[in-house]
């Protein structure tokens, strides 16, 4: 096993102990800010002596990995609300398409190829494709779980959602 294989190995376990880490860290400061009436108590007081700059270094270690674990989270949290904001910004056919899948409370919608709206929200991150075809001209799009959530919660971000389905609907029939 190379270095390299050995050091992602180990960088994916790290990071997924996030938790294990916080709790190394809080212990670590518990063991070296433990009042020594405290330690005494609790007969910690000789490890906590003679392991001093052991314990320092883990619990520094620690919560260096803690925050460094971090980082996936915070980003993943700042791309889900820079996807939100664009709920602000949608055209017409976008709304449309959207409070269809609301009014009939399914998150995947079948929409054609190409369809203009469907590639502006996915573009936005408010849609994406799913898997398999639906026919030769239509494709399933879904709306991501925390988009979907979003829109329940607050159904006036698309305004109003009833007429917007009955236009896409009629819209659909004029197709066709």
Same mark, same amino acid.
């Given at each position: +096993?190379?270095?390299?294989?050995?050091?992602?190995?180990?960088?994916?376990?790290?990071?997924?102990?996030?938790?294990?880490?916080?709790?190394?860290?809080?212990?670590?400061?518990?063991?070296?800010?433990?009042?020594?009436?405290?330690?005494?108590?609790? @007969?910690?007081?000789?490890?906590?002596?003679?392991?001093? =700059?052991?314990? @320092?270094?883990?619990?520094?270690?620690?919560?260096?990995?803690?925050?460094?674990?971090?980082?996936?989270?915070?980003?993943?949290?700042? !791309?889900?609300?820079?996807?939100?904001?664009?709920?602000?910004?949608?055209?017409? @056919?976008? /709304?449309?398409?959207?409070?269809?899948?609301?009014?009939?409370?399914?998150?995947?919608? !079948?929409?054609?190829? =190409?369809?203009?709206?469907?590639? !502006?929200?996915?573009? /936005?991150?408010?849609?994406?494709?799913? @898997?398999?075809?639906?026919? +030769?001209? /239509?494709?399933?799009?879904?709306?991501? +779980?925390?988009?979907?959530?979003?829109?329940?919660?607050?159904?006036?971000?698309?305004?109003?959602?009833?007429?917007? !389905?009955?236009?896409?609907?009629?819209?659909?029939?004029?197709?066709?």
């Amino acid at each position: +096993m190379s270095f390299w294989s050995w050091f992602k190995s180990w960088w994916k376990s790290l990071q997924a102990k996030a938790r294990y880490l916080f709790g190394v860290w809080l212990l670590g400061l518990l063991l070296l800010g433990l009042p020594v009436p405290w330690s005494d108590f609790l @007969g910690i007081t000789t490890l906590r002596e003679s392991f001093r =700059g052991y314990i @320092g270094f883990v619990t520094l270690a620690a919560f260096v990995f803690w925050v460094i674990a971090l980082i996936p989270f915070v980003e993943r949290r700042l !791309a889900r609300r820079r996807i939100l904001q664009n709920l602000r910004s949608l055209s017409d @056919g976008e /709304k449309r398409i959207l409070a269809y899948c609301l009014l009939h409370d399914q998150r995947t919608i !079948a929409r054609e190829v =190409g369809d203009p709206s469907a590639v !502006a929200l996915c573009n /936005k991150g408010l849609l994406s494709q799913a @898997g398999g075809l639906i026919d +030769m001209a /239509k494709i399933p799009f879904t709306i991501p +779980m925390f988009v979907w959530v979003r829109l329940q919660q607050d159904k006036s971000v698309l305004g109003n959602v009833e007429e917007l !389905a009955r236009q896409l609907v009629q819209a659909e029939r004029s197709r066709w």
